[in-house]
């Protein structure tokens, strides 16, 4: 058996591709496999059904998350449509599955490609425009595709929205929050590895190129203007299927949650989770994910005082309040984020007693 | 005809409210060159100063003015100090976060605090100075704060014209490090700005307020289409803001008027994916020629 490398104590490599590794020691390999069993063999058993109705909402959003990372984290275009794209997604996996019967997982990647088309069509202005344009496109691009969603009454029902049977795989049915779980943090764990490996690739460094000198990257003949659109269909790509997944999962949509308000709480899950890391989206869907339960727990809490019921209604305003304020607070004080925190701790682990 | 008119004129006026929200949106775009997301939400705060102080602590009418836009002009140094000045020399990509937090942050505490009721001025106008063309009358709140405006943009042009302040600021929008180390106090450039955008943010959205009643909602939806406006105008040009803004007020109650008037909501963000497409740097944009 090969002997397991757990702490190098020092830089041995000697090949370029080893740098490239993504586990640098067998430790890392080991405490992945030790967190994956964690999380498909305990969490589920012990976890009531609300915490898993929560705990499903993060993997749903942490999905979202790394998909709008990829864009702004790695490529560097800022998108404030990523909300409504969301939407693409659960809408048409919605009328894929009322309408034409399509089977759960066919609807799920019929979501995400088309949710990667639209994507595509809102990230046609990055061949003339650059970040402050863009983000401006994308803005029009969320409003554009809210009013569709209300408008076009006939395909999407309008503000009654549509109500979905239960989906099913394999003759399953996918009832419970519990048979949903395995779902979503099974497509949370192949959409990661996708997205790890993409960065790897020479698609992932031309994505980083773009966002750390996009004149450079012309130079070094990446063709710009392709690369763009990859990472916004790919980025939509992953808002699609996490908007199927959560559609699917709540088996109704109504337009009322995809506004330019789910947009910005997507930006504020990767900029608190740190932009450009993976492991940062899904921290940062955690951070805000809880953030919101706790504050809508915390004015049920107050509703059913009758002496603070008033307190209640205040609350609901200070979690946009909230929010705001965590997006600006990591900005000024930790920019990288969450993920940041989490290579400090781990560091200073590593390096005690001598840590700093 | 008169359908034609009635709407050209309900236009001109709704367009003329877009132009002077846009107005403080290009303050801060021309000399600091941030994207100010938060650019409703201030429109708002300087709203509810003024109906905080005009109409329940009853001040008088010009004092409440002036001491609105003196609050606004000091919030703005605070929201530079606080927030901005730590991020000078970061990525734009940060800044224009921090402004989407930042208006995020602004609109829960104004709910917080006024709820999502609207409110109304006292009026305080006085009625004969509204102006009658033909047979169409032109409400006083229209006439004072066109007067106000042009007074305001003659200001402004001769400020960033001529003043040295205002070269200044033109020079840090333009290249900041070059700016630096030709001697231009930089910081000293962008806390001025901002205070004097918030300030200009105040009286707009006082006059927003006389004439629609003080709303968050409405009036960070006002600061939305801002977009719009200054992308058709060019981003640079505070003339171009006005005449953006009446067009695209025309072009919105035209659609509401003839089409249908659910499409009226969404018609400037469509025509600024057009001009995006077409002509990105607007009609009076600088324009920046790099190709990437």
């Avoid at chain 2, 942050?105 to 305080?124: D, R, V």
Wanted: net charge positive; glycine share 10%; charged share 10%.
């Amino acid at each position: 058996m090969k002997k397991l490398r757990l702490h190098p104590c020092g830089n041995y490599k000697e090949r370029y591709d080893e740098e490239l590794t993504i586990f640098e020691t067998d430790f890392g390999r080991v405490s992945m496999l030790i967190g994956l069993v964690i999380l498909f063999v305990v969490i589920p058993w012990i976890s009531s059904s609300y915490l898993l109705y929560v705990i499903n909402h993060i993997g749903i959003f942490a999905i979202a998350a790394v998909g709008l990372n990829l864009l702004i984290g790695f490529t560097g275009q800022i998108s404030l449509g990523h909300g409504a794209f969301f939407g693409v997604g659960g809408y048409t996996a919605a009328i894929l599955s009322t309408k034409l019967g399509f089977p759960f997982p066919l609807s799920l990647l019929s979501a995400g490609i088309m949710t990667a088309a639209v994507g595509l069509v809102f990230g046609l202005p990055s061949a003339r425009l650059k970040h402050l344009y863009l983000t401006i496109a994308t803005l029009a691009g969320q409003f554009i595709i809210q009013f569709i969603f209300v408008q076009w009454e006939s395909l999407t029902g309008g503000l009654q929205g549509i109500i979905l049977s239960r989906a099913s795989l394999f003759g399953l049915s996918l009832k419970s929050d519990f048979a949903f779980f395995y779902i979503v943090f099974i497509s949370l764990v192949v959409m990661l590895w996708i997205a790890k490996n993409l960065l790897r690739t020479r698609y992932g460094r031309a994505f980083v190129a773009i966002r750390d000198n996009d004149r450079a990257a012309e130079g070094m003949g990446i063709p710009i203007f392709h690369y763009k659109l990859l990472a916004f269909a790919i980025s939509s790509f992953y808002a699609g299927f996490a908007g199927a997944l959560w559609t699917h999962y709540l088996a109704s949509i109504t337009p009322d949650p995809f506004t330019l308000f789910l947009s910005v709480e997507f930006i504020a899950m990767i900029i608190i989770g740190g932009l450009g890391s993976l492991t940062g989206s899904v921290f940062g869907a955690i951070f805000i994910t809880s953030l919101n339960e706790i504050l809508s727990l915390a004015s049920e809490y107050f509703m059913n005082l009758p002496a603070l019921a008033g307190v209640a209604l205040t609350i609901a305003p200070l979690r946009e309040f909230i929010f705001g304020l965590a997006i600006v607070l990591f900005i000024i004080f930790e920019p990288r984020g969450l993920a940041e925190v989490w290579r400090i701790i781990r560091a200073s682990f590593r390096l005690w007693p001598f840590s700093y | 005809m008169d359908f034609f008119l009635q709407l050209l004129i309900q236009g001109l006026s709704v367009g003329f409210l877009y132009a002077l929200a846009a107005l403080g949106f290009v303050m801060i775009f021309k000399s600091s060159s941030v994207l100010n997301f938060a650019h409703g939400d201030l429109l708002a705060i300087g709203a509810f100063l003024f109906l905080v102080l005009a109409a329940w602590a009853k001040i008088p009418f010009l004092i409440a003015f002036f001491l609105t836009l003196i609050g606004c002009f000091v919030l703005g140094f605070i929201i530079e100090r606080l927030f901005l000045r730590p991020l000078i020399g970061e990525a734009l990509i940060m800044v224009i976060m921090l402004t989407v937090g930042l208006a995020a942050m602004f609109k829960g505490l104004l709910l917080f605090i006024f709820g999502g009721n609207l409110f109304a001025y006292p009026t305080f106008l006085p009625e004969d100075i509204s102006v009658r063309i033909g047979n169409i009358n032109i409400a006083p709140v229209y006439v004072a704060s066109f007067v106000i405006s042009i007074i305001f943009l003659l200001l402004f042009g001769l400020f960033f014209k001529y003043s040295s302040q205002g070269i200044y600021m033109r020079s840090v929008a333009d290249n900041q490090t070059a700016a630096l180390s030709l001697g231009v106090h930089v910081r000293r450039v962008f806390a001025l700005s901002w205070a004097i955008a918030a300030l200009v943010c105040a009286m707009s959205g006082i006059i927003l307020g006389i004439i629609s009643g003080v709303n968050v909602h409405s009036i960070s939806i006002i600061g939305l289409k801002v977009f719009p406006v200054v992308i058709l105008g060019g981003l640079e040009s505070i003339g171009g803001a006005i005449i953006g803004g009446i067009i695209i007020g025309v072009l919105e109650t035209f659609t509401g008027g003839y089409i249908s008037t659910s499409l009226r909501e969404v018609v400037p963000y469509i025509i600024l994916v057009f001009i995006l497409l077409v002509k990105p740097y607007g009609l009076f944009g600088l324009v920046e020629i790099e190709r990437v």
